[in-house]
């Protein structure tokens, strides 16, 4: 029996992951019983490699007893390729953005057939939206996700355009317009969506093309209230941006 686990062929590395796994864009605390539920593991078993946990950064209790993922795993987390090295390339250039537009800016890369943000810039004047730093949305309804989508290998696309869930009265759930869609992004290199995600709420993305091998290892985009005002202006900011970081990489 593996790692002296109840279950065979669980080890206690397996138990530990599965604990920090527990945690997500919309589990970000956690009490002990749900986090034991959301591992899959016995509640005394959980308790007991919690405490390991807390003991050694990686989470942390709080006062009211509920769990967060500690600065142990938020510092590691930092050095991960995708996360350290893009974020600190993108970020100068991120914030020419929003000085530029003052609108709500993202870094994003896709995470199988979701979209992982990586940064966010906004200020009080921005639009209200659902992102944040690290969290994870469809991808056939933001600016940021189409983009991706339409770089994405076919088996991802095929398997996101068989699933096209309403977010909003104004999601785009017809596989055939977003198909076009997509065509029309991989084709001109914009992206936008009308309160596809958040009514209230459009944006406006482009691809980073990593210069060295020409793939699109992310996209940034714009969320703003309309794209009737200064889209020219927008896609003209978001396009110096993304080559400059492209060629950074």
Same mark, same amino acid.
């Given at each position: ?14 138990? /530990?992951?599965?604990?920090?796994? =527990?945690?997500? *864009?919309?589990?970000?605390? $956690?009490? %002990?019983?749900? @986090? !034991?539920? +959301? #591992? ?61 537009? /003052?609108?709500?800016?993202?870094? =994003?890369?896709? *995470?199988?057939?979701?979209? $992982?943000? %990586?940064?966010? @810039? !906004?200020? +009080? #004047? ?67 969506? =009308? ?8 944006? %406006? ?45």
């Amino acid at each position: 029996m593996a790692g002296h686990a109840s279950t065979p062929g669980v080890t206690v590395t397996q138990r /530990l992951l599965a604990i920090v796994g =527990a945690f997500d *864009d919309r589990h970000r605390s $956690l009490a %002990l019983t749900d @986090l !034991a539920r +959301r #591992a899959g593991l016995a509640v005394p078993t959980a308790h007991r490699l919690i405490g390991d946990l807390v003991s050694g950064g990686a989470l942390e209790r709080r006062d009211d007893g509920r769990y967060v993922i500690g600065r142990l795993l938020w510092e590691v987390g930092l050095l991960a390729p995708v996360q350290g090295r893009l974020t600190e390339v993108a970020e100068p250039f991120l914030s020419d953005v929003y000085a530029a537009t /003052l609108a709500t800016v993202h870094l =994003a890369v896709r *995470d199988d057939t979701q979209v $992982l943000y %990586l940064q966010r @810039l !906004a200020g +009080r #004047a921005s639009v209200p939206i659902v992102s944040t730093v690290g969290s994870r949305l469809p991808m056939h309804c933001t600016g940021v996700g189409k983009v991706l989508l339409a770089h994405a290998p076919e088996e991802v696309r095929e398997r996101v355009l068989q699933n096209l869930p309403r977010v909003t009265a104004r999601t785009i759930t017809s596989r055939q317009i977003l198909d076009t869609q997509l065509e029309r992004i991989r084709r001109d290199g914009v992206a936008l969506t =009308a309160e596809e995600m958040s009514i209230g709420a459009c944006s %406006l993305a482009v691809p980073v093309v990593q210069s060295s091998d020409n793939r699109v290892a992310a996209a940034i985009g714009v969320v703003v209230p309309t794209l009737k005002r200064d889209r020219q202006r927008l896609i003209g900011a978001l396009q110096v941006a993304a080559r400059g970081i492209g060629r950074l990489l």
